[in-house]
T-cell receptor, first 111, second 113 residues
């Protein structure tokens, strides 16, 4: 089993749709979780950190489910500019430098 | 400049060349990283530095040689590379090793002929 798994997609959705991605992780000791956005041939950019209580930033909502070992990202009212690859990143514990990256989920928002 | 910068942005080199990639972070962070990103693969950690001290060399071939002269600068020296080393090389920094967010530079797209 991969340490961090994501559905590669692509998810093709119309503008205005709501779309959700999940990411599962295998190490139950994992402590920090992040979603990054990566545009084609560009660097990953931090979208949001994922806290135990969940967090929301505008149209984006992230949730953590420790019992089932997954994190989710919900995008409401999708925009064309949301088209990108979304990377799930897990840090396996405080005091370590090991950030485990998923292969990403590709989203295409269609006009 | 703010954030993390990298130069050059693009590099084409032959297998016998020697070149260096440069990274600079303006965030006051204590940890810096080199990653390799190949097509359709997750980011691969290559090297990690904390306050200029290398803490990880993730089984990287010796043709890649890192250097961290201070906590703001990181270099990756390249020599006698192979075509399969062609990839996007990303530098990142984080405040420390307490699970903080990482911030990435724009990357160097390397092509080895």
């Amino acid at each position: 089993r991969k340490e961090v798994e994501q559905d590669p997609g692509p998810f093709n959705v119309p503008e205005g749709a709501t779309v959700a991605f999940n990411c599962t992780y295998s190490n139950s000791a994992s402590q920090s979780f992040f979603w990054y956005r990566q545009d084609c041939r560009k660097e990953p950019k931090l979208l949001m950190s994922v806290y135990s209580s969940g967090n929301e930033d505008g149209r984006f909502t992230a949730q953590l489910n420790r019992a089932s070992q997954y994190i989710s990202l919900l995008i409401r009212d999708s925009k064309l500019s949301d088209s990108a690859t979304y990377l799930c990143v897990v840090n396996i514990g405080s005091g370590t430098y090991k950030y485990i990256f998923g292969t990403g989920t590709r989203l295409k928002v269609l006009a | 400049e703010t954030g993390v910068t990298q130069t050059p942005r693009h590099l084409v080199m032959g297998m016998t060349n020697k070149k260096s990639l440069k990274c600079e972070q303006h965030l006051g962070h204590n940890a810096m990283y080199w990653y390799k990103q190949s097509a359709k693969k997750p980011l691969e950690l290559m090297f990690v530095y904390s306050l200029e001290e290398r803490v990880e060399n993730n089984s990287v071939p010796s043709r890649f040689s890192p250097e961290c002269p201070n906590s703001s600068h990181l270099f990756l020296h390249l020599h006698t590379l192979q075509p399969e080393d062609s990839a996007l090389y990303l530098c990142a920094s984080s405040q420390d090793f307490r699970g903080n967010e990482q911030f990435f530079g724009p990357g160097t797209r390397l092509t080895v002929l």
